[in-house]
């Protein structure tokens, strides 16, 4: 079992910057797949970033993008500290929804990585309001 603990959501204006953080149990962390999502009102839960498992390093894995965020944010992790992040900058009001963690075992292909349903371990989310 992993369970998974999203922080860092607030309230920013456009342009702004915040970083979130999903802190996860185990000892295998760095064996996992992780990825971010998010949902906003009335629309599906979409495709934010992921990192693949990075092996023995400590903070390697190959990252994916949705194109609506590629270049303003970034993912990685941190195995020492069993966490991965997500830094958002030059955030747009669209950016605005609650953002969840997720994470699976079965070293998925990057395909897999973009599809929640591959995911096996969510967080409870947090909230990113951006103001215009």
């Known amino acids: 079992q992993v369970q998974l603990v999203e922080s860092g959501g607030g309230l920013v204006q456009a342009g702004g910057s915040l970083r979130l953080s999903c802190a996860a149990s185990?000892?295998?962390?760095?064996?996992?797949?992780m990825g971010w999502f998010r949902q906003a009102p009335g629309k599906e839960r979409e495709f934010v970033a992921a990192?693949?498992?990075?092996?023995?390093?400590?903070?390697?894995?190959?990252?994916y993008y949705a194109d609506s965020v590629k270049g303003r944010f970034t993912i990685s992790r941190g195995n020492a500290k069993n966490t991965v992040y997500l830094q958002m900058n030059s955030l747009k009001p669209e950016d605005t929804a609650l953002y969840y963690c997720?994470?699976?075992?079965?070293?998925?292909?990057?395909?897999?990585?973009?599809?929640?349903?591959?995911?096996?371990?969510w967080g409870q989310g947090t909230q990113v309001t951006v103001s215009s």
């Open positions: 997720a994470a699976d075992y079965s070293r998925l292909g990057a395909q897999a990585m973009r599809l929640m349903a591959e995911y096996d371990y």
């Open positions: 185990g000892r295998t962390f760095s064996s996992l797949d």
């Open positions: 990192i693949s498992w990075s092996g023995g390093s400590w903070s390697g894995g190959s990252t």
